[in-house]
């Protein structure tokens, strides 16, 4: 049974065109060949809530014949716990971001299991050219076609979008006064803290989980994300049973061999692929099957796996963008450390690259050239083309990659190629802000949490400090992507539950203010 | 000389179409035949602004190649009394309105008064699709062909306008750290209000004067304008000089009178144009000039005269629409009221129509189908067919007109008629908000003034309510349409004075504030 690699194009990342331009190899992207959708996962589907679609406009902001026209944008609801219209019980909406709604929502077990505790009512709305919210009559050849139809997808119609339907739903159920408030992962949460500064009339706060607002236009360092990834494989984390404890508590080790080895993996590879046979000697390591192989190939696959055990070092077993142990990291520098294995690298790469591909151990070989898109992200890279320009390319000495330097120039060229489409590289900064935070919004906005996992990747461009008394940051230090927004188990690490805790408290504060300002 | 008078489509007056539907009769709108620049204004222009252009995108929020087109934005810039990009000195600007930016700039004494005071840069942004700001190469021809180019006319593109302008201008000064206050009126202070929500890393704060944000969706009563149109005729405002004070004072009086004539003036005009010979008894009483009279262009060219004349009831003698002598509301019940002139109603209505059209006393006759635009504010009917939906169309008992209700679908009907688009009567308070205003913005946002003169018929739209701290209404019982904007001259009266004082302080406060946010 062959396997894939989740593609690298995933939740905004662009590292194909970093990596082209870093590495000046040509990577084609691996991609996994079936779709995590547990029957766990499927089951809550079914059960937790209905699909709905609306009818929305193509475009907010203009007013010519074509922006009139209309898609059908899909939302999922679940009515279950909701307290109701008359007693304006609140609506709980996720802000959809870069793919199939379901997919997300399968994995925001935090909105699912407090709802009982606020009787909410719970909301996930699918952004526009994602899932099945496709324009032009949902026709994806029409839509995904060229800048014509394509550039009706941008953050700012999603952010109306959300507004336009949730102000529509409300009128609908008689539940004008009920209160919103928003929550989003990446670039979700992105979205929903702009949502809340933007559309105040609408959310009452939002809950930005691993939302990397701040990595545009120079504000954050062009390294932290790579820097942040080597980080996180010189010290990893996992469970440790004390015999003298009664509890179990995380512990952080150290491992500088494994960042090393992951360091020098990508000359190795290189190296290797230029001796006479040496593509053969990769293709035996890494299992790949016959079809296709390219050092190229092999460095995205690999830098894949690396990338998003690093993004979604989770303490439990997970099943995000690929089915995974807990503390996934600490697997694969196990299989990196292992010291039984002797010296060979390619083999102890390969073992640390299966603990991301071939958790199930199904797996007999791995396809390079799979290109299928089972979450339906593929349009991020439009997205990456036009508005969200975040400089994730660099590697200083810290990084996980050789020295390099984000090339503007290079994503632009890719882009003219790609879709004959300019970035606009200092919109988002333009529309959202993003410069000065602390000084712009001191006196400025309220209700927004802005959770980070310091083992994110993004958590470099995430609001890692209070701004305000309202707009309060939460960190994990050992957190990963949203790893707030997941579903609980009963293995969750304590600082994982407090940061919950404060959530729901929070939350709680903004709904006691707005009912207390409502009847005064 | 014949004159005519300044058209009702004016300053976001959509008052044709309303007449249309509550009168069922037609209308043609007059225009005054000469431009109220005075010599002094011109001199104002030559002396304290240079005229600047910028290269603006025509579309901020999608990325179609259409889109990426570029047309020049007008903007006129003030160094005189700046304090320099090293020393942060404050930025000024004028968010501009419906209308050629050199009008609304000569009318903006406020900003140049104080610059010297604050040591601040002014700009004034012209709005696009008014002035010399044309998209499509600036052909009004095609600009304004048809909905697929006016389309891009819309309040969110003009506020992204706004934004891309004012950061790119602080670069080219280096003085992106200077803070940037906005100041508008009328449609412009709806501008610079929402500018300071949705733009809090542009702008420090916003003065919005005169701003009816709250005109929409059914927040104000559709009877409020016509109200108060009424209530200034009741009860207009005039100079007092005592011979027992030192000073002057201002003092109200009543005229019950004043309103019933000019309230009973519609049918008395219908009623004598259906004699016979009734339209040249018309023409005689009103002057009007040999070339077209029909009761429908009397009542529009009358009620021009009294709605403006409200609007603008300046305690000094002006010249923003037309020239007109201090407290003109009152000079036009003087006329109505006087007893010398016996009971001939039409000739006492023309007196009054005269303090508005023939101040100077040049006109010999009028034109009722004048149709020049001397501040180019046609486009006007385009906003108000698509996002600017005001209804301000209806008359209760106190109104100025018969009783009537506003009629939206008359309105969608006229705007398929003139434009064959559809207007989206929701979308202000979608995007702006509106409802609950006190409620929503209590805890959410900052610096903001909102001025109103309660004798201007918009100001039932305007925030007259503290929201908070530092979202402050100030409200001039005796004021008019954005009266603390203008010059100020040696005869205000001291509640202007006092208004004008309060928003210097509170600028100086925001000032204050961001300086010392800046330092530490």
Redesign the interface.
């Known amino acids: 049974m062959a396997m894939g690699g989740t593609r690298l194009r995933l939740l905004f990342l662009t590292l194909q065109l970093l990596l082209i331009s870093s590495a000046k190899i040509t990577l084609r992207f691996p991609s996994p060949a079936f779709r995590p959708e547990s029957s766990s996962s499927v089951s809550i589907k079914s059960k937790l809530y209905e699909t709905k679609y609306y009818t929305q406009i193509l475009?907010?902001?203009?007013?010519?014949?074509?922006?009139?026209q209309t898609f059908q944008q899909r939302y999922l609801i679940s009515y279950k716990h909701w307290g109701g219209a008359k007693k304006n019980a609140p609506i709980f909406v996720y802000t959809g971001n870069e793919g199939d709604i379901e997919w997300f929502t399968q994995n925001t077990g935090f909105m699912f299991e407090n709802a009982p505790h606020f009787k909410a009512l719970l909301v996930f709305i699918e952004h526009r050219f994602y899932g099945k919210s496709i324009p032009f009559g949902g026709n994806k050849d029409v839509a995904y076609a060229n800048?014509?139809t394509?550039?009706?997808?941008?953050s700012?119609?999603a952010l109306?979008d959300y507004?336009?339907l949730i102000?529509d739903l409300k009128k609908n159920l008689s539940a004008v006064d009920s209160p919103v408030v928003v929550f989003g992962g990446s670039y979700g949460g992105m979205l929903a803290a702009w949502f809340r500064?933007?559309?105040?009339?609408?959310a009452i706060g939002a809950l930005a989980s691993s939302a990397p607002i701040l990595y545009f236009d120079n504000i954050t360092s062009e390294y932290s994300f790579h820097s942040t990834v080597g980080n996180d494989f010189r010290a990893f984390v996992h469970m440790h049973v004390s015999l003298f404890d009664t509890g179990k508590c995380w512990r952080r080790s150290e491992s500088e061999n494994c960042y090393k080895v992951i360091k020098g993996s990508w000359q190795l590879i290189e190296d290797t692929a230029e001796q006479s046979g040496g593509l053969d000697t990769l293709r035996k390591s890494f299992r790949i099957c016959k079809n296709y192989i390219s050092a190229g190939a092999l460095v995205s696959w690999l830098s894949t796996a690396f990338i998003y055990t690093a993004m979604t070092d989770y303490p439990t077993p997970s099943n995000f963008l690929n089915p995974l142990p807990a503390y996934p990291v600490k697997q694969m520098c196990k299989a990196i450390d292992d010291r039984k294995a002797g010296n060979n690298t390619l083999e102890k790469l390969y073992s640390a690259a299966n603990v991301y591909y071939n958790s199930t151990g199904r797996a007999t070989c791995f396809n390079l050239n799979d290109d299928s898109d089972p979450h339906g992200l593929d349009e991020w890279s439009?997205q990456a083309c036009?508005?969200m320009i975040l400089p994730i390319g660099g590697n200083n000495a810290d990084g996980i990659f050789p020295p390099s330097e984000w090339d503007y120039a290079g994503r632009a060229q890719s882009c003219e190629d790609a879709f004959?489409?300019?970035p606009?590289p200092?919109?988002i900064?333009?529309?959202?802000?993003?410069?000065?935070?602390q000084?712009?919004?001191?006196?400025?906005?309220?209700?927004i949490i802005f959770f980070n996992g310091l083992r994110d990747p993004w958590s470099g461009g995430g609001v890692l400090k209070d701004i305000s008394k309202?707009l309060v940051a939460i960190v994990a230090k050992e957190g990963a992507h949203h790893v707030d927004l997941r579903f609980s188990t009963p293995e969750d690490p304590e600082w994982l539950k407090h940061a919950r805790r404060r959530e729901v408290k929070i939350i709680e504060n903004w709904l006691s203010?707005?009912y207390h300002?409502?009847s005064s």
């Open positions: 475009d907010h902001f203009t007013f010519t014949p074509q922006s009139y800048s014509s394509l550039g009706y997808l941008s700012t119609q109306a507004a336009t102000i500064l933007k559309y105040p009339h609408v439009w036009t508005e004959g489409v300019q606009r200092n919109w900064t333009t529309e959202f802000g993003g410069h000065n935070i000084r712009v919004l001191k006196r400025f906005g309220s209700n309202s203010q707005y300002s409502s």
